[in-house]
Each structure stands twice: as C-alpha cells, then as structure tokens.
Nanobody, 124 residues
Framework: QVQLVEAGGGLVQAGDSLTLSCAAS????????MAWFRQAPGKEREFVAGIRPSGGTTYASDYVKGRFTISRDNAKNTMYLQMISLKPEDTAVYYCAAKNSMAWSIAQNEYHYWGQGTQVTVSS
C-alpha cells in the first residue's frame, strides 16, 4: 500500500508559478512509477505528467510541456510538480498517483494509488 498526500495548491493569477508536492508513505516509494493528473470542473480527469522510479525519465502532456516540470526525491518520498506561466485553463484539482508497475501509462485506471487532490485556481 502507498498513501499519497498532495499539498501546495492555491489561488494564483495568470502567469504566476506554483509548486505542488506529493508526500508518499507506505511501501517503498522508489519502486513506483508516479504521475500527476488533473480534473477541471465538468471534465474528465486527464494525465498531466509522469516520472519513472529513478526520476531519470519524465513525460509531460502537450498542453503543459515547457511549462510544468515533474520531479521526485526518493530520499524524501516526495514528488513535485513545478508549474510556471499558469493559465486560467490550468484551473483544476490536481491529483498525484502511483502504479505498481514501471510501464508508462496515461490511463488513470492503470494507477493503483491516489491522493485526495489539491485545488489550483488560476484567475485571469
């Protein structure tokens, strides 16, 4: 079992930056492929970015590439999402997720563990 707790959300203005964190506890954090998803009001949850257990390989969706950076610190059992140049369309609840295997996936149903989410609101 892995327990995930997100933090760092808030209300910011367009163009601002924000960094989210995801603290993990439970089984060995360093063996899980991790990812960030988000869900805007009235929309389905969508993949944002993912990172391999070693942290050496990351993947970001096209709509955040160049603006969002995913990273992890296995010594601290924590994953991060650094967001810059935020846009109103980035407004959503952001979730961190972990899966037991190391295979890449952007499908939420392939992730086994989820945090409770943190709200990010970007005003124009």
């Amino acid at each position: 079992q892995v327990q995930l707790v997100e933090a760092g959300g808030g209300l910011v203005q367009a163009g601002d930056s924000l960094t989210l964190s995801c603290a993990a506890s439970g089984r060995t954090f360093g063996t899980n492929l991790m990812a960030w998803f988000r869900q805007a009001p009235g929309k389905e949850r969508e993949f944002v970015a993912g990172i391999r257990p070693s942290g050496g390989t990351t993947y970001a969706s096209d709509y955040v590439k160049g603006r969002f950076t995913i990273s992890r610190d296995n010594a601290k059992n924590t994953m991060y999402l650094q967001m810059i140049s935020l846009k109103p369309e980035d407004t959503a609840v952001y979730y961190c997720a972990a899966k037991n295997s190391m295979a890449w996936s952007i499908a939420q149903n392939e992730y086994h563990y989820w945090g409770q989410g943190t709200q990010v609101t970007v005003s124009s």
